[in-house]
């Protein structure tokens, strides 16, 4: 159990939750303790003891999974008809009642490829063979499930209805949870622990690529939002209230040396004037990186009380202001930047245009930026083959005091395909910013105090 235990560890620490020697050590306390009878008790105990911060408990989870749950209990037997399989787990989920063994017979009926159910008895090294949840969830039709049992529930009135159905969606995602789960440790009998501990483990909200990222990860990725930003908001506080002295004024420092016989032993150092910087963010939010721009909007909106005034711009080839669609203190709804790219006038023929939009900035807000402006552009620099514009984003880097570019896409593909991420370089700096850890980095870092 203690080399288990180890193996553990080291995994999390694989997959971004930093456990030290001393949580290790209050870990195996724990398993002392609790006992590995029931491994409900077992996962909350040492949950409490290895994480730290919100969003590691869902890679936690998987990893406990795999290497605390016996993977070799027998695999419920193979459903012939499917539609018999379908009503026993809607009549499970309307019930409330534990759906664990209705996930491994499902899997076993419909996630089996490569002919990893021949081998479903015995642990085996099938080169291609495997188990899929998404094959198992696409066959059982969950939406057709979740609207089924919110129409079983009852209730008359529109309240009631959309309650029942918010608690079927959260049933059904608890099943599809336990698939996923039985899926997993399948695929290990298959393949090895550690092999799917290191590559079949889904990543958590923090380290989700925003490109790629679905809609219950971005659902996941908004819980964020608030306590990164109050995290931020405090290291900007700190950096501010550190920046208020600023330069040594030689000519007082050399007039006090006087006093120590000429020796600067207390340097005078000039006061440097109160005042918050402005924010004004230019943000892409075509579909491709509309996931990225509404998180980060979202991000420096909460982080407004940090500036004395924050403007934001959204554009696909054409750029206008949408600050407008931001309220103080309350997050803007699921989907907003569609709402934007429908209703705020960023879009004419619907395809990316960096140098139109960069154009029209100039041409009509230009005067929003200032000497105290720190401008950020959220995009991909992906231009269709279009006119990158250089010349806009000089004269826009000529006007504000500093601008930072957040590119969603991993570095090694800005200079591939329609991407003029290497000619906006030139004029601008480029950061990567392709998930929640990497962002927050870069604007705590970048961000004037």
Known sequence: MSDRLVGFVGLLREHGIHAGPSETVDAAATIVALGTADSRVLRSGLAACLLRRNGQRKVFDQLFDLYFLDATRPIAASSEDSDPLRERIIAALIQGADTAELAREALNTFGAYGGAGESAGRVTSASGAGWSSYLTMKSLRPDEISEQVAQTMGGTGQFDAAVHTIEARRRVEQFRSAVQAEARLRSAQLRGTD????????????????????????????????????????????????????????????????????????PVLRARRHGRPDLVVLADVSGS?????????????????????????????????????????????????????????????????????????????????????????LGDARTNRTDPNLAALEAITERAKAVYWLNPEPSRSWNTGDSAAAAYTEVVTMHECRNVTQLAEVIGRLLPA
């Open 195 to 266: 092999y799917i501990a290191r590559r079949g483990v889904e990543s958590g909200g923090d380290s989700t690529d925003f490109l790629g990222a679905r809609e219950q990860d971005l659902a996941e990725m908004r819980r964020l939002v608030h306590p990164l930003a109050r995290k931020l908001a405090t290291r900007l506080a700190v950096r501010r209230k550190k920046a208020v002295r600023g330069q040594i004024d030689l000519r007082r420092t050399l007039r006090r040396s006087m006093a120590t016989g000429g020796v600067p032993i207390d």
């Open 289 to 377: 990186v509309t996931g990225f721009a509404e998180f980060t909007l979202q991000l420096v909106q909460a982080l407004q009380d940090q500036f004395s005034k924050v403007r934001s711009f959204g554009f696909v080839d054409t750029c206008a202001e949408i600050t407008g669609y931001f309220s103080p203190g309350e997050p803007p709804p699921p989907g907003f930047a569609q709402n934007i790219v429908r209703e705020a006038g960023v879009a004419r023929f619907g395809s990316s245009n960096y140098g139109e939009a960069l154009q029209g900035f100039v041409d009509h807000y230009l005067d929003a930026l200032g000497p105290r402006t720190c401008v950020l552009i």
